[in-house]
């Protein structure tokens, strides 16, 4: 199975901040890599695909970068709706995994 | 709209069976990919389970695999989880998911969720 290991676990950052979390695979994935936002209580919400494709109507503050085994979202500018977990998701094979998550939370 | 919409989720004791639907619209469901995906509370999410568009081809996770069933009515929409033998650890929310899409190879569209609790 591949592991996928995402880093910080949590940041603290302000509102105009930029934004860097990374997931790294066990083993190369091309570039089927996902990314979601997930709210209190709600669904988590796609943001990137093929590790940095923007989905419709996602905000293009958001970015995504990597192939292999190495990624990186990024958000370039924090905004107020941001604060929120992000969980990057394999997408090469199955078992589909996805990494631990990083909650971003207000400083 | 593309909506999924899960039921069934309820307090069940161990060892014990519950079936979860997810009920699709808006989209062709037929040609879609289809899984469950699961959030123990305070914890991250975990692939479950994933049909093909026919129903012909399923996959599942080592922790599920044996004790759960997915299978879809093309019919009628519905996707359905059929869970035995429940264990504790089974708790959490189960939801629904488009994907993987053929084009994005991720999970697109999600429903709201549906609780599982097993606990005697």
């Known amino acids: 199975d591949i592991q996928m290991t995402q880093s910080p676990s949590s940041v603290s950052a302000s509102i105009g901040d930029r934004v860097t979390i990374t997931c790294r695979a066990s083993q190369g994935i091309s570039s089927w890599l996902a990314w979601y936002q997930q709210k209190p209580g709600k669904a988590p919400k796609l943001l990137i695909y093929a590790a940095s494709s923007l989905q419709s109507g996602v905000p293009s503050r958001f970015s995504g970068s990597g192939s292999g085994t190495d990624f990186t979202l990024t958000i370039s500018s924090l905004q107020p709706e941001d604060f929120a977990s992000y969980y990057c998701q394999q997408a090469n094979s199955f078992p589909l995994t996805f990494g631990g998550g990083t909650k971003v939370e207000i400083k | 709209e593309v909506q999924l919409v899960e039921s069934g989720g309820d307090l069940v004791q161990p060892g014990g069976s519950l079936r979860l639907s997810c009920a699709a619209s808006?989209?062709?469901?037929?040609?879609?990919?289809v899984s469950w995906v699961r959030q123990a509370p305070g914890k991250g999410l975990e692939w479950v389970s994933t049909i093909s568009g026919s129903g012909a081809i399923t996959y599942y996770a080592d922790s599920v695999k044996g004790r759960f069933t997915i299978s879809r009515d093309n019919s009628k929409s519905p996707l359905y989880l059929q869970m035995s033998s429940l264990r504790a650890e089974d708790t959490a929310i189960y939801y629904c998911?488009?994907?993987?899409?053929?084009?994005?190879?991720?999970?697109?569209?999600w429903g709201q969720g549906t609780m599982v609790t097993v606990s005697s």
């Open positions: 998911a488009r994907g993987p899409d053929t084009v994005t190879n991720a999970f697109d569209m």
């Open positions: 808006g989209f062709t469901f037929s040609s879609s990919l």
